[in-house]
């Protein structure tokens, strides 16, 4: 099992610091965190670390290769639960995830639901959720298998934040062989689950692991929020059972994971933690 770093680091700077930063803490694997259609004015005058999904696949990895790294995954986290908009990164923003993917030679594109912002979608039935994120998916993951490339759903919302949310999606969609799960380890903690449990439960599909430890003061959040973008403590100082995730899933199929954690002490320290169960 390999750690690898997200390349949003540092603020206001492009992918390329963000990269720099990444395989100067020693690092060997990282993935393309955030990305956006087209052109945007933040990576032109050099303060946003995104890359486009519009542009060439080889560019794209050549910055990753400028740095000795591997690129292990391409983020495509979304918003599938609101009105379809072209304002609202979705179906097609994950389908062309997908082709960058391709491209770059990456075998996994990591989504989800994420949470509403509408009153619309905070107001769908549970049946209503699953079946408006499984039909935002349907095209995607076909596509997926037609390129060679896995879509891995992660704990990210009301629903992927739960072993029933999780496999409802799955059997909405017919459970496709090339779609599987990101493990996050915070985020399935913050939104209620066991996140021992949920590895238990999807472990045949858990392919990618998002690595992040929670402090002992979120307790008040759990069920109350759906996904952060980064743990504020090092693995192994907060209340998820960081070892216990690791025991289940180390001979499992994943090969590649990503720390998520904020600062860069706590970022080298939670490597050290890893690397004392096992981890690469």
Same mark, same amino acid.
Request: some cysteine.
């Given at each position: 099992?390999?750690?690898?770093?997200?390349?949003?680091?540092?603020?206001?700077?492009?992918?390329?610091?963000?990269? +720099?930063?990444?395989?100067?803490?020693?690092?060997?694997?990282?993935?393309?965190?955030? #990305?956006?259609?087209?052109?945007?004015?933040?990576?032109?005058?050099?303060?946003?670390?995104?890359?486009?999904?519009?542009?060439?696949?080889?560019? @794209?990895?050549?910055?990753?290769?400028?740095?000795?790294?591997?690129?292990?995954?391409?983020?495509?986290?979304? #918003?599938?639960?609101?009105?379809?908009?072209?304002?609202?990164?979705?179906?097609? %923003?994950?389908?062309?995830?997908?082709?960058?993917?391709?491209? +770059?030679?990456?075998?996994?594109?990591?989504?989800?639901? &994420?949470?509403?912002?509408?009153?619309?979608?905070?107001?769908?039935?549970?049946?209503?959720?699953?079946?408006?994120?499984?039909?935002?998916?349907?095209?995607?993951?076909?596509?997926?298998?037609?390129?060679?490339?896995?879509?891995?759903?992660?704990?990210?919302?009301?629903?992927?934040?739960?072993?029933?949310?999780?496999?409802?999606?799955?059997?909405?969609?017919? #459970?496709?062989?090339?779609?599987?799960?990101? +493990?996050?380890? &915070? #985020?399935?903690?913050?939104?209620?689950?066991?996140?021992?449990? +949920?590895?238990?439960?999807?472990?045949?599909?858990?392919?990618?692991?998002?690595?992040?430890?929670?402090?002992?003061?979120?307790? %008040?959040?759990?069920?109350?929020?759906?996904?952060?973008?980064?743990?504020?403590?090092?693995?192994?100082?907060? @209340?998820?059972?960081?070892?216990?995730?690791?025991?289940?899933?180390?001979?499992?199929?994943?090969?590649?994971?990503?720390?998520?954690?904020?600062?860069?002490?706590?970022?080298?320290?939670?490597? %050290?933690?890893?690397?004392?169960?096992?981890?690469?």
């Amino acid at each position: 099992m390999k750690v690898g770093c997200f390349a949003l680091v540092d603020p206001f700077s492009l992918l390329d610091h963000q990269l +720099m930063r990444v395989a100067g803490m020693g690092f060997k694997y990282a993935d393309v965190t955030d #990305n956006h259609q087209g052109g945007i004015l933040g990576r032109e005058f050099g303060f946003t670390a995104t890359a486009s999904l519009d542009d060439n696949p080889r560019d @794209v990895l050549d910055q990753f290769e400028k740095h000795g790294l591997t690129c292990t995954s391409v983020c495509a986290h979304a #918003n599938l639960l609101d009105p379809s908009s072209p304002a609202r990164y979705a179906t097609d %923003e994950i389908m062309k995830a997908v082709r960058l993917a391709a491209g +770059m030679g990456v075998k996994d594109v990591i989504t989800t639901e &994420g949470d509403p912002k509408s009153e619309w979608g905070h107001n769908l039935s549970w049946e209503e959720k699953v079946f408006v994120t499984a039909e935002k998916l349907v095209e995607p993951v076909r596509l997926a298998a037609h390129y060679g490339v896995r879509i891995l759903l992660e704990p990210h919302g009301v629903l992927t934040d739960s072993i029933e949310g999780l496999q409802a999606i799955f059997d909405r969609l017919g #459970n496709p062989p090339n779609l599987g799960v990101n +493990m996050d380890t &915070g #985020n399935s903690w913050l939104g209620g689950a066991d996140p021992v449990e +949920m590895a238990k439960a999807f472990k045949d599909k858990i392919w990618h692991i998002h690595w992040k430890d929670l402090p002992a003061d979120w307790e %008040e959040k759990r069920g109350t929020m759906y996904g952060c973008g980064f743990g504020p403590i090092a693995l192994g100082e907060g @209340v998820i059972d960081i070892a216990g995730v690791f025991d289940v899933l180390k001979d499992g199929a994943v090969e590649y994971t990503t720390l998520e954690v904020g600062g860069d002490e706590n970022m080298l320290k939670s490597y %050290e933690y890893l690397k004392s169960l096992g981890a690469e």
